[in-house]
């Protein structure tokens, strides 16, 4: 297994190219998710991952396929700490905050996640 100094070091760079690739071919996914269900890379990749798709919060909405994209990667990490949740939970509480502010504070976006998230509509 790789040093996982290395692993964050070469996701963290390359993290927006992959998410490019899972956009144009969502079979794709399936390294995330062996990323995400692996103990030892499980917490460092999500952490990449999180920060990614914060940093791309505010191209929710405006684009409804990568919204679409972005929604089902912040399900895989959430669904990720119930794998591991010693340290995925520990990964994602200091982003937690950030999270529910930036999904609360567009109306769109409250429906759009509660709908794709949960899978039922807020009226």
Not at 29 to 53: C, D, H, K, M, R
Not at 70 to 92: C, D, I, Q, R, T
Request: charged share 15%; hydrophobic share 40%; glycine share 4%.
């Amino acid at each position: 297994m790789m040093n996982p100094q290395t692993f964050q070091e070469i996701f963290s760079t390359t993290i927006d190219y992959m998410v490019d690739r899972i956009y144009r071919n969502f079979t794709l996914q399936i390294v995330g998710n062996s990323f995400l269900s692996n103990p030892t890379t499980s917490p460092i990749f999500a952490t990449v991952l999180v920060e990614y798709l914060l940093e791309r919060m505010e191209e929710m909405g405006s684009n409804v396929e990568r919204s679409n994209l972005y929604l089902k990667l912040f399900k895989l990490v959430f669904g990720s700490v119930s794998l591991f949740p010693a340290e995925n939970e520990h990964m994602l509480r200091p982003h937690l905050h950030q999270i529910v502010n930036r999904f609360t504070t567009c109306p769109f976006n409250v429906y759009y996640v509660t709908h794709r998230l949960y899978g039922f509509e807020v009226l």
